[in-house]
């Protein structure tokens, strides 16, 4: 079994728990192929075991790689759908970070995770990624995202207005800091902080949600992802900026901009005893109360 490994970089403290990660892969007899810059940072802190190969960019990764391990936060693990791209290669998040929503496999668990990876006993969630299209070159070849696109003014400049439609269809002008749109996946990240809706996964939608916007009686609204979303905008600046994920350009604000739903997916792994109601609970803490602790 060969498991491509991708990292944006490990802290001091953590080149024991790299240890404890190579040794659990020797175990298994799987075989690491790990991202080349991350391999710099760490081969001459960690004593390295068994064979193993790098890779330096996407077209590195062919039908020999059985799965990806992102090695981080969330932030990590969407770096690495832009390395997966539309070659169905499955995901799977350690959590090395923070908060750790997409992943949410904790260190403590990493003995169960590796085993369920050899075994094959793991479960796979195909998750929707939003694609954009431009009258410019945007994001070179990765024109997707997993969480969100966004639209936003430029630094301290002011408001941005912003016309919204659904399928050629006036839906609403947003007089806002920015807009988001969020996959599934996504009404989680960024447009929950805006007081945007939780969606499940296998919904088939995309929330709309608008950054501080200047009339209060607009709100986040859900629309099937079925529909293309087009912008234009306006401002008193001369360009503005477009995000996905957490990849940003600035755009000049006559470009021509529409988001719908991308023709492939992403596979992410989950252990079987976790699911997105487990992992609402065990994140934002609901139906905990620390009057009862």
């Not at 981080?72 to 169905?88: I, N, P």
């Not at 269809?169 to 996946?185: C, Q």
Request: aromatic share 10%; glycine share 6%; net charge negative.
């Amino acid at each position: 079994m060969k498991i491509a490994i991708y990292s944006r970089g490990i802290e001091n403290n953590q080149h024991k728990d790299m240890e404890v990660f190579l040794q659990e892969l020797q175990t298994y007899k799987i075989e690491p192929v790990f991202f080349q810059d991350f391999f710099n940072r760490f081969y001459s802190s960690v004593n390295m075991i068994g064979k193993y190969s790098t890779f330096n960019a996407a077209e590195d990764l062919d039908e020999s790689i059985d799965c990806v391990i992102s090695l981080g936060g969330d932030g990590t693990l969407l770096d690495t759908v832009t390395l997966v791209q539309d070659k169905g290669i499955p995901v799977l998040g350690i959590n090395y970070g923070r908060l750790g929503f997409l992943a949410n496999i904790g260190k403590e668990d990493l003995h169960i995770a590796i085993k369920a990876l050899a075994e094959r006993t793991y479960v796979t969630d195909n998750r929707t990624l939003i694609h954009l299209d431009a009258d410019i070159p945007l994001f070179d070849k990765v024109p997707y995202g997993l969480n969100e696109f966004t639209l936003q003014k430029k630094d301290s400049s002011s408001m941005i207005k912003i016309h919204a439609y659904l399928n050629g269809e006036f839906l609403n002008t947003y007089w806002a800091d920015g807009l988001i749109v969020a996959t599934p996946t996504g009404s989680t990240g960024y447009s929950l902080s805006c007081n945007g809706p939780i969606v499940f996964p296998d919904s088939g939608s995309f929330v709309i949600t608008p950054v501080a916007p200047h009339n209060l009686n607009i709100r986040p609204i859900v629309v099937p992802d079925d529909n293309i979303i087009s912008f234009e905008v306006e401002g008193r600046t001369d360009a503005f900026i477009c995000t996905l994920d957490s990849r940003r350009v600035v755009v000049p604000k006559e470009a021509q901009l529409a988001v719908k739903k991308e023709k492939f997916g992403i596979n992410l792994i989950r252990l079987n005893e976790n699911n997105f109601l487990q992992t609402l609970r065990n994140k934002l803490s609901w139906g905990l109360d620390k009057r009862n602790a």
